[in-house]
């Protein structure tokens, strides 16, 4: 039966129809599936393709796309698996303390030379990221991941096997580069997946391993070296870095925004995790292509000096100075607990490495639960603010005072981990009951952890576009600070007692704690500033 015209040309087409038709420019269920990783979930898909359309059949306008095709879970479990690939840096690290003696007994040295491999681990440690996080954030996460993998297992096969001091030095050297990135690829790969409103969680989960691994390796290189030797604990970062690549270039796909936009556009064969590129053939011979509308390719080169453009910043360098000298303090207490247990209470190793759990499960206590304050914060934030926050939608963050939503939560815990630091001063100064020595270390690492927490979240959500090489900034000023806070601590511990030490730190954290009110006051407009004179500078190459 034929249609009349009139009532054609007279009535509206019908919302659905307009559907099908801007659909075409938006991944569907089958372009999104398995592209780049696990599907994303039929809600998320639901919400953004009912997003096209208005109520009342008016005219349908088109949504941004979702911020990741990826579900809660399919986050989570990436960013926890970034997160565990990223303790073989801070594990690397203390794993080796045990040792110290060992070695150098068996390389015929002194215990000042060995230390000075602790120290330059440290330094690199702190540089290194700098070239492997810019690196990343223009070429994306799995080469990065590559180089790291390849650099850190060579130096381990050659830590375990060599018999010279000048070898253990640059083999040390070259472990810590190969380490030290996989941090601020762990907390890039969050930044990918997570918008600002749900970003303290999953920082949270990808400081996990960076948490476990200064908790653990003292009492894992103890034991090793104890019933081992000490080229065992090089075997065994070799054997426990090898599974954990493996898995990662098995399963974790590739995040970078640059490269993959919202995770619905493929990278190259080779930038492909095993089971993408599995599934990426099987969609390519259904006829299946991808939408490229959600990449956004970066047009900057590698850049290794692009960390140090951060501390140039206001902001950032007030954010990134208050954070290392929070750490400083911190690594100071964490490289000197073992000889203060020792000569105090004259523990052997194992104990030694097992008293400093509590530090490691107090950090641990946090980042389950304090990371949720920090969602909570932005949530309340938004609803002054009269912003609705849409489920996987990213959130244009000059209309928040991001400051003050981080630092709020930060600054309580400022003064509560300066109390908790001069109560385990004074009770090992003192000689008080273990017990009373390992709660206020427990809580210690609750607090200075909450405080770090909030100022990592500031620094990556101030810098979204290039989230590596803003935890690289992070990493190397702190690997600085800490480096010189453990050169520092024995001998001024030795020279004014460990209680009065205490006292120190927490007094410097305390009168430093005012810069983070400044932040909070002046950051919108020196932010803002900052923007400015970055598009004036993109104006000026475009003209020229």
Known sequence: MAEDPKT??????????????????LPTAKSIDHFNGPPETKETIADSTAGHCKAGGQDVQPDEPPYSIFSHREKATMIVLASFTAIISPLSGAIYLPALPSLARDLNVSESLIN????????????????IGNFSDVYGRRPAYMICCIV????????????????????????????????ALGSAVAADLATRAERGKYLGYAAMGVTLGPALGPTIGGLIDQYLGWRAIFWFLTILSGVLFLILFTFLPETCRNVVGNGSVPPPWWNMSLIAYIEQRRLRRQGIEPDNETIKPSRKRPNPFAALKILGEKEGFITLGFGAIMYGGYYMLLTTLSSQLASRFGFPSVIIG?????????????????????????????????IVISHNRQQDVAALPIEKIRLQVSLPFVFLASGLIIAYGWAMETKSALAGIEISLFFCGVFTVASLNGLNTLIVDTHVGTPATAVAANNLCRCLVGAGAAAVGA?????????WTSVFVAGVWICLSPLLWLIMAKGPSWREAEEKKEKEQRADSTVA
């Open 8 to 25: 054609t040309e007279s009535t509206p087409p019908r919302v659905e129809t307009q559907i099908d038709s801007s659909d075409r420019d």
């Open 116 to 131: 000075l491999t602790v120290t330059t681990y440290l330094i690199l440690q702190g540089v290194a990221p700098s070239f």
């Open 152 to 183: 850190y297992l060579a130096a381990n096969i050659g830590l375990a096997v060599q018999n010279s001091y000048a070898a253990l030095m640059t083999l040390r050297c070259l472990q810590s580069c190969g380490s030290s990135a996989t941090i």
């Open 354 to 386: 097992l008293c400093y759990l509590p530090l490691g499960v107090g950090s641990l206590v946090y980042r389950h639960t304090g990371g949720f304050l920090l969602d909570w914060n932005f949530r309340r934030h938004a609803r002054a603010a009269g």
């Open 491 to 499: 001998p001024l511990i030795d020279r004014i007692g460990m209680g």
